[in-house]
């Protein structure tokens, strides 16, 4: 069975937890609202990959309410929302490391939890369904308090304001770095460290994956 990407898990969720709530299967309208998509095809190309990893059956008619999730899903999904405890915690799967320094490849597979007080997390709270861990490594955003081995918040979303702090994917890596938009070179990634060069995306092309909502620190580090 492959590894779910945090888009993945965000959406499967998502589907278990409408069947759940409704006793009905949400509609791909319904699944592109969730996911902030404005194209029923995004919506389309997203279960299509569940479809192939095995997570959501292949339906056997064409209907609007026709993701089902397989047992497989199901596993996953309980065991998730089993780890919540209280209205005021929440338990964040931890997706692997990305680099805050020159990109690595990001892993996306599901290493262990994130236990953490919602008081930590802007208001309103985004929902638990779109969060993620992800460990920073290296020393590009230390002038912006991230530090190695902190533990970063990520809302999964595919856009942000300007200067937010986002996880971004370029050629199959991923990084943290601070979103800006300049007037004659357009959208680039700021490091928050002189060291470290910005990069743009005229030169690389970047997709956004989240926005950095909160950061939790160990103190082992």
């Given amino acids: 069975m492959e590894k779910l990407t945090p888009v993945q898990l965000k959406a499967l969720t998502f589907i278990r937890l409408a069947i759940s709530k409704s006793g009905t299967t949400p509609t791909l309208r319904e699944l592109c609202e969730h996911m902030g998509y404005s194209a029923i095809g995004s919506a389309q190309d997203l279960i299509a990959a569940l479809r192939k990893k095995g997570f959501l059956e292949e339906p056997s008619r064409q209907s609007a309410r026709s993701l089902v999730p397989t047992l497989a899903a199901k596993d996953i999904s309980q065991s998730f929302e089993d780890e919540e405890t209280d209205p005021f915690t929440f338990v964040l799967p931890c997706l692997g490391s990305v ?24 208001k309103p709270h985004p929902p638990r369904s779109a969060l993620f861990a992800l460990k920073a490594k290296g020393e590009s955003m230390i002038n912006a308090g991230i530090l190695d081995g902190d533990w970063l918040v990520v809302a999964s979303q595919n856009t942000a304001p300007v200067s937010s702090i986002v996880v971004a994917r370029l050629e199959g890596d991923a990084t943290v770095k601070r979103l800006m938009k300049d007037k ?11 060291n470290f060069n910005p990069t743009y995306a005229e030169d690389r092309p970047f997709e ?13 580090h």
């Fill in 99 to 122: 680099p805050a320094g020159n990109p690595i490849e990001a892993i996306e597979e599901r290493i262990g939890t994130l236990r953490m007080s919602t008081s930590m997390l802007p």
């Fill in 208 to 220: 956004i994956i989240g926005k950095v909502v909160a950061l939790q620190r160990s103190i082992l």
């Fill in 184 to 194: 004659q070179r357009g959208w680039y990634l700021k490091p928050e460290n002189p």
